[in-house]
Structure formats: structure tokens, C-alpha cells
């Protein structure tokens, strides 16, 4: 194996946000059986730094669910795809007449515009000090690379989702339960795995990529080894090739390394 791409929240991430020792060493080792490591998540750089100071070393980053491509700690992108301004447009002006709550991300920063218990949640969790936003004339319609809607699953059914087909370049996703995402139709994990790949010369049935939800699918089927987490949803784990053992709370992603890397099965 050259390349182990992972997905953070419900994946490397215990429930609680930390990352176990364990798992930081076994992830620092892979140098020395040069393996590249990769982290592919919805958050942006500045929001998973506390992270990335925990391994020392150069890594690709798949940002904004495959919006973005960085290398760390150079900053060098190598791929991104914003949200065209007229979509953006279209779901923040649908969002506003709704009153519902949502984020975006712009310029690299996130905004939010009302401030609500799950808003705050969120902000809480993003390791980013957010910028509010009093009127919706103050946004970058050119620049937002993510939109998110603090939609719950269940609570699909009480709105027309309908309204958003008419969207030209934009992909709906959820990356959780209850997060509804706004990314260009551009942008997926498995394309900026590719993207990964393609930079570092590495080939599919070299790379391993694990992860738990739904925007997670398009990389675990890219890679040669697909892994679900065993708290992943059943969509997940009908697409890959190994389900831990493991859930996120107990070293998943540790198990992977142990099973496929350094005890080299595959």
C-alpha cells in the first residue's frame, strides 16, 4: 500500500472530537513503511489544524467533501471548485425566505447569518472563529465553495426539496444525519482521491480510503481497499471491501493500518 486516504467525523474522530494516541502513532509510523496518509473531510484547513499538528508530516488534504485539494503545510492546491454564483444565489435566497438555519463557507472563512442552538453547536465543534453576517448584500456570491442547511433527516419530508433540481451545477449531499450540503456537482471524495493519486503516481489498488457516510461512498469505491467503520451507515458497507471490526470509539482506523499495512496481508 502507498496511499491511506480517511475521512474524520465518525471515522479517524472519536465521538468526543480526539483522536487516541494509539492511532496518532500508528498513523506517524507509515513513513517509515512509506505509506502517504490523507485526510479527506468537509471541514477546511484551518478547522482540522489542531489535527494536523498531531502528525508530523506532509500531507494531501481533500477539503469541503472534494472541493478542494491542499497540500499541508505548503498550502499548494491542487484542485477547486466553487459553487457558481447563480446557484449560490438560488439556495442562500431559498434558505432566507425559509428562516431556517445554515452556514456557508467563504474565502476560506465560515459565516453564518442567525444564530440559532444549532448554529452554535457547530461553530463550537468547527475550531474556526466564525464571521456573522447582518445582511445577505455582504456575501461573496462568486467565492462560497459550501452551503450547509441544518436539516435533519427526518425533518426532510416538512419541504419541497424538489425546488433545488433546478440548480445547474450544484450536488445535494449529507455528510451526517443531519447536515444538508450545497457543493459544485465538480466536486466529489472520489474525484480528489483521484486528483491525490494522480500527483503522487499512485494507483488504485495501491490506496486504501475509510470512511462512514454517504459523501464518503464515491472514495471507498475508488480505492482498491474500500473500508466502512462499523458505525457506518448500510449504504457504506454495501459498497466496500472490508468493515471493521472496530467503530470510530474503538480504533477503527487503527485496525486498518494493523490489518492492511503493517502486518502487509494485502
Not at 475550531?127 to 436539516?151: G, Q, R, T, V
Not at 450545497?182 to 503522487?200: E, H, P, R
Not at 474500500?226 to 468493515?243: L, P, Q, S
Amino acid at each position: 500500500m502507498k496511499l491511506l486516504c480517511v475521512d474524520l467525523d465518525g471515522t479517524l474522530l472519536k465521538n468526543d472530537k480526539t483522536i487516541s494516541v494509539e492511532q496518532i502513532e500508528a498513523i506517524n509510523s507509515l513513513k517509515k513503511h512509506k505509506v502517504i496518509f490523507s485526510i479527506s473531510t468537509g471541514r477546511p484547513t484551518k478547522g482540522i489544524k489542531k489535527y494536523l499538528d498531531l502528525f508530523n508530516q506532509k500531507m494531501p488534504l481533500s477539503l469541503f467533501n472534494g472541493s478542494l485539494v491542499e497540500l499541508y503545510p505548503s498550502g499548494e492546491v491542487l484542485y477547486e471548485c466553487k459553487l457558481i454564483e447563480k446557484d449560490a444565489r438560488f439556495i442562500i435566497n431559498h434558505l432566507c425566505d425559509l428562516s431556517v438555519p445554515f452556514i456557508l463557507y467563504m474565502n476560506g472563512d465560515l459565516y453564518y447569518k442567525d444564530e440559532n442552538e444549532r448554529v452554535f453547536n457547530y461553530i463550537k465543534y468547527s475550531n474556526l472563529e466564525p464571521i456573522k453576517i447582518s445582511n445577505i448584500d455582504e456575501i461573496d456570491f462568486k467565492n462560497i465553495i459550501k452551503i450547509i442547511w441544518f436539516l435533519n433527516k427526518d425533518e426532510e419530508k416538512n419541504y419541497d426539496l424538489d425546488v433545488f433540481n433546478k440548480l445547474e451545477s450544484t450536488t445535494r449531499i449529507r455528510s451526517d444525519f443531519k447536515f444538508y450540503e450545497f457543493v459544485n456537482s465538480s466536486a466529489s471524495k472520489g474525484k480528489t482521491l483521484k486528483i491525490i493519486q494522480d500527483y503522487y503516481n499512485i494507483k488504485d489498488e495501491n490506496t486504501i480510503a475509510i470512511g462512514d457516510e454517504e459523501n464518503d461512498i464515491s472514495m471507498i469505491k475508488r480505492a482498491g481497499i474500500g473500508v466502512a467503520m462499523k458505525n457506518a451507515r448500510d449504504t457504506v458497507k454495501a459498497v466496500a471491501d472490508y468493515i471493521t471490526i472496530n467503530d470510530n470509539e474503538n480504533d477503527g482506523v487503527l485496525e486498518v493500518i494493523n490489518k492492511f499495512i503493517k502486518k502487509g496481508d494485502i
